[in-house]
């Protein structure tokens, strides 16, 4: 088993940043790729980014490329998701999710998910 805890979330005034941190426990040597997801109220959980063990393998959502950054430190089993000019739209649950094998962008190839942490974007 694998366990997820995301922190950092909040509320922010829009432009601001925030930096969420999901930390993992258990048999993470068999998790290469983590992921990020988000659900907004009333909205299906989509997919923000995701990052592979190594070096440049990341992928983005077109919504957030450009001001969102993932990174990972494998010493800590920790991934990170560093968000930058925060816009009203980006207010959500953000989720850390995880799988083995490669990089997919579907929620349902994760295998283990965080219980989330609310980001707010005031405008």
């Known amino acids: 088993q694998v366990q997820l805890v995301e922190s950092g979330g909040g509320l922010v005034q829009a432009g601001g940043s925030l930096r969420l941190s999901c930390a993992a426990s258990?048999?993470?040597?068999?998790?290469?790729?983590m992921g990020w997801f988000r659900q907004a109220p009333g909205k299906e959980r989509e997919f923000v980014a995701a990052?592979?063990?190594?070096?440049?393998?990341?992928v983005y959502a077109d919504s957030v490329k450009g001001r969102f950054t993932i990174s990972r430190d494998n010493a800590k089993n920790t991934v990170y998701l560093q968000m930058n000019s925060l816009k009203p739209e980006d207010t959500a649950v953000y989720f850390c999710?995880?799988?083995?094998?490669?990089?997919?962008?579907?929620?349902?190839?994760?295998?283990?998910w965080g219980q989330g942490t609310q980001v707010t974007v005031s405008s």
């Open positions: 258990g048999r993470t040597f068999s998790l290469p790729v």
């Open positions: 999710a995880a799988r083995s094998d490669i990089i997919r962008t579907t929620l349902k190839e994760y295998d283990y």
């Open positions: 990052i592979s063990p190594s070096v440049g393998s990341t």
